[in-house]
Nanobody, 126 residues
Framework: QVQLVESGGGLVQAGGSLRLSCAAS????????MGWFRQAPGKERIFVAT????????YYADSVKGRFTISRDNAKKTVYLQMNGLKPEDTAIYYC???????????????????WGQGTQVTVSS
């Protein structure tokens, strides 16, 4: 059973950058596919990015492609989300998620993930 703790959220002006981190404990981190999702007030939780268990492939929502980068360090049991060129519409609570999966299909739906962090708030001012 893996536990996830996000950090790195905050308030930033439009055009700025933030790097989110998600530290995992328990389980064998290198066997988990990891994802980032976000949820704005009054809206459903939506997919942002995912990275394969080995780090060999990544996939992004169209809304963040070219601005966000997901990466992982299996030795540190941590996944990151580098967010550049932030826009006010990126404002949301960002959640880290994990599923024990070592295949090659990208997981983009929230129900496909078994473990979730508590979330970290990202606010982008205009």
């Amino acid at each position: 059973q893996v536990q996830l703790v996000e950090s790195g959220g905050g308030l930033v002006q439009a055009g700025g950058s933030l790097r989110l981190s998600c530290a995992a404990s328990g389980g064998t981190f290198s066997t988990y596919t990891m994802g980032w999702f976000r949820q704005a007030p009054g809206k459903e939780r939506i997919f942002v990015a995912t990275i394969r268990w080995s780090g060999s492939g990544t996939y992004y929502a169209d809304s963040v492609k070219g601005r966000f980068t997901i990466s992982r360090d299996n030795a540190k049991k941590t996944v990151y989300l580098q967010m550049n060129g932030l826009k006010p519409e990126d404002t949301a609570i960002y959640y880290c998620a994990a599923v024990r999966y070592t295949g090659y299909i990208y997981k983009v739906n929230a129900p496909e993930y078994d473990h979730w962090g508590q979330g970290t708030q990202v606010t982008v001012s205009s």
